[in-house]
């Protein structure tokens, strides 16, 4: 299973609006709502900041959003803030029962 | 106060064997799916290995198929991964995550642990 495909960085000022993209195949993002991702800053565990696509877990800010279109998901961060910047990887589900993550993306605040 | 605390890493050697484990708390643990995910350094997320909430279903990741099984105690609550014929490849942080829902099949992760680093070398 191949990972999934991220642009390596993405950067924003801060109060803009970002998108990192995330590239499947119908064997996994584009076949199942089970995309989520997650944020990592250096040194510390993951955090899950959408899951389902679209679904934000309780206490994570409404500046994070999903989408999904054919076989590429997509996490737009509005409203850019510098405790933004980290490490965001997508994830799914796939056709064999196992997860696959991104290549991940490095997102930097100007 | 939900937590997952990873134990167990080590340094070991080519073909060597170790065994992870995940204590669980704050949850009803035997009711979520969980996971072992690792991450080499300086690389990304790699999913490893998958079990059920009555342990009743696993899934591994074809890289560790054949020598990593995961289980669990459910009345310890507690996960497990068992690592055999270990390779430096397999050098990473290896994290336990929960899944988000009850009995889910497919799910995203909502609770990670700290980590444990296991580091494989002559």
């Known amino acids: 299973q191949s990972a999934l495909t991220q642009p390596a960085s993405v950067s924003g000022s801060p109060g803009q609006s970002i998108t990192i993209s995330c590239t499947g195949t119908s064997s996994d993002v584009g076949g199942y709502v089970y995309v989520s991702w997650y944020q990592q800053h250096p040194g510390k565990a993951p955090k899950l900041m959408i899951y389902d696509v679209n679904n934000r877990p309780s206490g994570v800010s409404n500046r994070f959003s999903g989408s999904k279109s054919g076989n590429t998901a997509s996490l737009t961060i509005s409203g850019l803030q510098a405790e933004d910047e980290a490490d965001y990887y997508c994830s799914s589900y796939t056709s064999s029962s196992t997860y696959v993550f991104g290549t991940g993306t490095k997102v930097t605040v100007l | 106060e939900v937590q997952l605390v990873e134990s167990g890493g080590a340094l070991v050697q080519p073909g060597g064997s170790l065994r992870l484990s995940c204590a669980a708390s704050g949850f009803t643990f035997n009711n979520y799916g969980m996971s072992w995910v690792r991450q080499a350094p300086g690389k990304g997320l790699e999913w490893v290995s998958a079990i059920s909430g009555s342990g009743g279903s696993t899934f591994h990741a074809d890289s560790v198929k054949g020598r990593f099984t995961i289980s669990r105690d459910n009345s310890k609550n507690t996960l497990f991964v068992q690592m055999n014929s270990l390779r430096a490849e397999d050098t990473a942080v290896y994290y336990c995550?929960?899944?988000?829902?009850?009995?889910?099949?497919?799910?995203?992760?909502?609770?990670w642990g700290q980590g444990t680093m296991v580091t494989v070398s002559s």
């Open positions: 995550a929960k899944q988000v829902r009850i009995a889910a099949h497919r799910d995203a992760f909502d609770i």
